[in-house]
């Protein structure tokens, strides 16, 4: 089992960037997890962003997020992160990292993923 933590929301004006983290809690490691973000805006269902797997030889995007996000592994610091630029109101939510057993397949599905992290708010003013 291992438990996630995100980091870096915030609130940026549209046309901004953040940088997402997910990490690990101490003493356990992302490496051996496929990883996927996911975001869920009020009202709204928790909707696929970004994933990517074990060792981020494959990812994937939401159409909403491609061109504009990033995901990406940093194995020194343990993390996942995805990096978001060009951010629209409509980006406005929160946003959780996941975690899949199913290590190979860089997976869109809620279902797929084992472990969820708290989620992290983010907020773009227009």
């Known amino acids: 089992q291992v438990q996630l933590v995100e980091s870096g929301g915030g609130l940026v004006q549209a046309g901004g960037s953040l940088r997402l983290s997910c990490a690990a809690s101490?003493?356990?490691?992302?490496?051996?997890?496929?990883v996927g973000w996911f975001r869920q805006a009020i009202g709204k269902e928790r909707e696929f962003v970004a994933s990517s797997t074990w060792n981020g030889g494959r990812t994937a995007y939401a159409d909403s997020a491609k061109g504009r996000f990033t995901i990406s592994r940093d194995s020194t610091k343990n993390t996942v992160d995805l990096q978001m630029s060009s951010l629209k109101p409509e980006d406005t939510a929160v946003y959780y990292c996941?975690?899949?057993?199913?290590?190979?397949?860089?997976?869109?599905?809620?279902?797929?993923?084992?472990?969820w992290g708290q989620g992290t708010q983010v907020t773009v003013s227009a």
């Open positions: 101490s003493g356990q490691t992302l490496g051996t997890y496929a």
């Open positions: 996941a975690a899949s057993l199913r290590q190979y397949y860089a997976a869109r599905l809620r279902s797929e993923y084992d472990y």
